[in-house]
């Protein structure tokens, strides 16, 4: 096979050219952001994703991986291009693919013989067909006859988990139109096919729907422990023992069954509201995703209300905040419930001092608009000195066993809110805290 091509050079497409070179194929990432791709080759990776220095470095070493702004010399060297750039949500929600068909554009001004055009993004159903189109229409301006097929090749990556979600796949799912691309994409993912992982091959529509269906049915589950979660406080459940409980059921698996402020990322808020426009373009209503983006909302609110609820008057107070990135062993923090939460604390008159392991850099310009109330701290520990209360809103593994007597030496009153869940009220309670977890 000739080389392939991945043009941007975001999270998904250093992640997929990365492991794709590691494959054994030779791959070419294409960004049009000169800084990101001279960072890159110089070894500087621009995102957080445990294991990915190490895996570029190593691919870089081999020559199967290369960083280029040339996107003539990419397309034209490559049999397969993936398409992997930003789709990001308007402002009704429906996704934004102004970004996809200016590549798709580009490509086809650089063809010079048969290529498979890959929609890698996470793009609405329909969006395979348009790529084919505006490819098509500019080889008919260019009045070249070349070749060329579209496919759908949705990932699946979890943050901070990315390199194994990637390598170890529950099923790699391509939607073509041709068996002579069905099996050029077989062959790109030939490891995996080698190595017995599901595939699940069909038409292109059906490729981009299974995307969204499956990110939406995540968040909802999410949502429902949350609300279960909520009336499990009122009814005085327990909702980790309702949860563990139902999670033992075969048909619903503990997976995504944790309650806390609400889900956030680049994937579940996005592909909510992008699904429910969708849906609403074809005369389709999806009640259910509807109510899970709305409700998601609400969750984010609620955690200010349990703590202002706990404390009262919060003027003039200040939390402890630990963790804001939107989940732990990522420093991505877009549609973080953090960021709803913080920015009505502070409007409430809450000092915020603030330690995420990872969050910093993009929380300081994320919560500009807070600035004054906002105080980075550079750990746990200084982040709750002289403070009325902690509030733990990403669940990094290092505060999962802090020195509880060590905290509470350093504060000034002893409030203590897990909006994850990973402390028992008991053994905090022990230690002179007033605990409040999320439905327990």
């Given at each position: 096979m000739e080389k392939i091509a991945v043009i941007g050079s975001g999270y998904v497409g250093l992640v997929a050219g990365t492991c794709l070179a590691d494959f054994g194929r030779e791959v070419i990432c294409?960004?049009?952001?000169k800084q990101k791709i001279k960072d890159l080759k110089e070894g500087n990776i621009p995102i957080y994703e445990p294991g990915l220095d190490d895996l570029v470095e190593r691919n870089v070493y081999y020559k199967r991986l290369s960083f280029t702004t040339d996107k003539k010399k990419a397309v034209e060297e490559s049999e397969v291009i993936f398409i992997a750039v930003g789709t990001p949500p308007a402002d009704d929600g429906s996704a934004d693919l102004q970004y996809v068909l200016q590549v798709a554009k580009d490509i086809a001004r650089h063809m010079n013989?048969?290529?498979?055009?890959?929609?890698?993004?996470?793009?609405?159903?329909?969006?395979?067909?348009?790529?084919?189109?505006?490819?098509?229409?500019?080889?008919?301006?260019?009045?070249?006859?070349y070749k060329f097929d579209v496919a759908s090749n949705p990932e699946f990556l979890r943050e901070g988990s990315a390199i194994h979600d990637f390598t170890h796949p529950d099923r790699v799912v391509i939607g073509a139109e041709s068996e002579k691309a069905a099996k050029i994409m077989k062959d790109v993912y030939g490891v995996l096919y080698l190595n017995e992982t599901p595939f699940v091959m069909t038409n292109i529509e059906t490729a981009e729907m299974i995307k969204y269906a499956s990110n939406a049915f995540l968040a909802m589950k999410i949502t429902y422990i949350n609300e279960i979660a909520n009336l499990c406080e009122k009814v005085g459940a327990n909702v980790q023992h309702v949860a563990k409980a139902m999670g033992k059921d075969g048909r619903i698996s503990p997976k995504f069954l944790h309650a806390g402020p609400g889900y956030g990322g680049s994937c579940f808020p996005k592909?909510?509201?992008?699904?429910?426009?969708?849906?609403?373009?074809?005369?389709?209503?999806?009640?259910?995703?509807?109510?899970?983006?709305?409700?998601?909302?609400?969750?984010?609110?609620?955690?200010?209300?349990k703590i202002k609820n706990a404390i009262g008057n919060l003027e003039r107070k200040t939390l402890g905040i630990l963790g804001i990135t939107f989940k732990p062993k990522t420093d991505d923090m877009r549609e973080a419930p953090s960021l709803t939460i913080l920015t009505e604390l502070a409007n409430l008159g809450v000092k915020l001092k603030i330690f995420d392991p990872e969050g910093e850099k993009e929380g300081t310009w994320r919560l500009s608009h807070i600035k004054e109330n906002v105080e980075f701290c550079n750990n746990e520990y200084e982040a709750c000195e002289n403070t009325d209360g902690l509030v733990i809103i990403t669940e990094w593994h290092q505060f999962r066993n802090m020195n509880l007597e060590k905290l509470k030496d350093a504060m000034k009153d002893y409030y203590f809110f897990d909006l994850r869940n990973i402390y028992e009220r008991e053994l905090v309670e022990e230690k002179g805290f007033k605990y409040y977890g999320v439905g327990v």
């Open positions: 294409v960004d049009n952001n013989g048969y290529k498979v055009i890959v929609d890698k993004s996470t793009v609405p159903i329909g969006t395979g067909q348009k790529v084919k189109k505006v490819v098509q229409d500019i080889l008919d301006e260019r009045g070249v006859d592909d909510t509201k992008a699904l429910a426009s969708i849906a609403k373009d074809y005369g389709e209503i999806i009640s259910l995703i509807e109510t899970t983006v709305a409700t998601n909302e609400r969750q984010k609110s609620k955690m200010v209300e």
